[in-house]
């Protein structure tokens, strides 16, 4: 049985199913699709749903609409949307913004953190693992997380830095949280334990191999 549209917004899902479809060899290059009658139960929504679908395929050359005969396969495949591509760059550009910041912040705030500031950093992982059901909430509690590192490091600058960059950095994380789909599990919230447990323990090159692994991963997950 064909897979059917369970998520909103329904033309992009629908538009996904159908390039899904393609790419698994379901229609050949230039053969005609099946009416509509046919194919819009077989996604589960409208007709017009379907159309609206079938034009987004068709603004990325996938398919072909002939007027009076259907709608034909123009490609096997669709070339990258470009708006993800540039979306993806200024992730990665505010991630290494981040990296040369964060990763010597962790180092010195393993050197020079106060018992008060330890405490407020472990607030902040607890909050931050308290925030998993919205993005934008998440992605606030991340960057106080990261914050009372930064904090830590006792130097002012970075945190002028910082704070400078979050209205940006805010944007980047929550672009690239809407793309994974999924956030905050157990083994990201490890990731980010083990960081204040290094600098609590003060090892700055451990804490600041684990704040520059954990950014690499994210810059590693948009490839």
Known sequence: MA?????????????????????????????????????????????????EAVGQLAGRGVLVSRQGSGVYVAALDAPENWDAVLRRADITTVLEARTAIEVEAASLAARRRTPAQLRAMRGALAERAEQTADAHAHVDADIAFHRSIVLGSGNRVLVEIFDAMTPQVRIAMVDLLGMAREFGDDADQRAHADIVEAIAERRPEQAAHLARTHLDGLKEALA
């Open 3 to 51: 897979e059917q549209v369970r998520r909103r917004p329904l033309a992009d899902q629908a538009a996904e199913l159908l390039l899904n479809r393609i790419r698994g060899g379901e229609w050949t290059l230039g053969q005609k699709l099946p009416g509509e009658n046919v194919l819009a139960p077989q996604l589960g929504v409208g007709r017009s749903t379907l159309r």
